[in-house]
């Protein structure tokens, strides 16, 4: 019970005293009015005083709301952004890695390609130009004895040019597993779907050369040579959008 709540009953147990002495009415009305507006006085006090209490504590119970979302946007924000300024910085080297792989496995794959012709050589010339090419001292051998030193050499150049596409699909995987973490799920995607393509047609033609497969496997490069051009456009838009989006502001 409040402080209001028992003065007013210990003053309306007085006045109920009074009029029992007094016994006129008149004298219990006249108490009785009294007492009915001190009530209401009091009433109204303790009614204030609630309110005032119940809206103190929704003030405060609203601050502490306000502050705690205040808090949250921020880091929520400052997370976003972070986030974009990292996409930002890494999204043009990986572009740049894919169509690095992109170049080097298309040249390894092409059907079309040109070698040196040792058919065409003297015994001489081609001792010389096996002796002043850049081929190692054991590739050299193998081309020299050979009994089709033509098709030797040609097993070499496309064994060293499937080493340097393969080298050059490593790098990008690395730097894709390290920082595609920042990329749209969409895009990281699409973009390793195309390089899964673009692999397995390049180990696909070395596995045909390798194993000399006539006619070699082709079914990975028809889907690559197929699908390919469309999916790398679509990439393509899709980091240069994600990279204007980043400078765009609406007004």
């Known amino acids: 019970m409040s402080e209001s709540e028992v003065a007013w009953m210990m003053l309306l147990s007085f006045f109920q005293f009074l009029a029992w002495l007094s016994g006129g009415l008149g004298i219990i009305a006249a108490i009785a009015g009294v007492a009915w507006a001190l009530f209401k006085w009091l009433g109204e006090k303790w009614i204030?005083?609630?309110?005032?209490?119940?809206m103190e504590k929704f003030r405060a119970d609203q601050e502490r709301e306000l502050e705690r979302l205040r808090h949250k946007i921020n880091s929520v924000f400052d997370r976003t952004t972070r986030l974009h300024e990292k996409e930002f910085e890494?999204?043009?080297?990986?572009?740049?890695?894919l169509h690095?792989?992109?170049?080097?496995?298309?040249?390894?794959?092409?059907?079309?390609?040109t070698y040196p012709d040792l058919r065409r050589m003297s015994e001489d010339e081609r001792a010389t130009w096996i002796e002043r090419s850049d081929?190692?001292?054991g590739e050299k051998e193998l081309v020299s004895n050979s009994v089709t030193p033509q098709e030797e050499l040609q097993r070499i150049i496309e064994f060293k040019k499937y080493d340097e596409t393969i080298d050059v699909l490593n790098e990008f995987a690395s730097v894709f597993r390290k920082k595609g973490i920042f990329m749209k799920p969409e895009l990281k995607s699409e973009m390793?779907?195309?390089?899964?393509?673009?692999r397995s047609a390049v180990t696909?033609?070395?596995f045909s050369l390798q194993h000399d497969l006539r006619p070699p496997n082709r079914d990975d490069y028809k889907k690559f040579e197929a699908e390919g051009p469309p999916l790398l456009k679509k990439i393509e838009d899709a980091v240069q959008a994600r990279l204007w989006d980043s400078t765009a502001t609406e007004v």
């Open 100 to 113: 690095e792989a992109f170049e080097k496995s298309a040249y390894y794959l092409a059907p079309l390609k």
């Open 135 to 137: 081929l190692n001292v």
């Open 204 to 206: 696909e033609q070395h």
């Open 48 to 54: 204030d005083q609630k309110f005032e209490r119940s």
């Open 90 to 97: 890494h999204l043009p080297e990986i572009w740049a890695r």
């Open 192 to 198: 390793d779907k195309y390089f899964r393509m673009m």
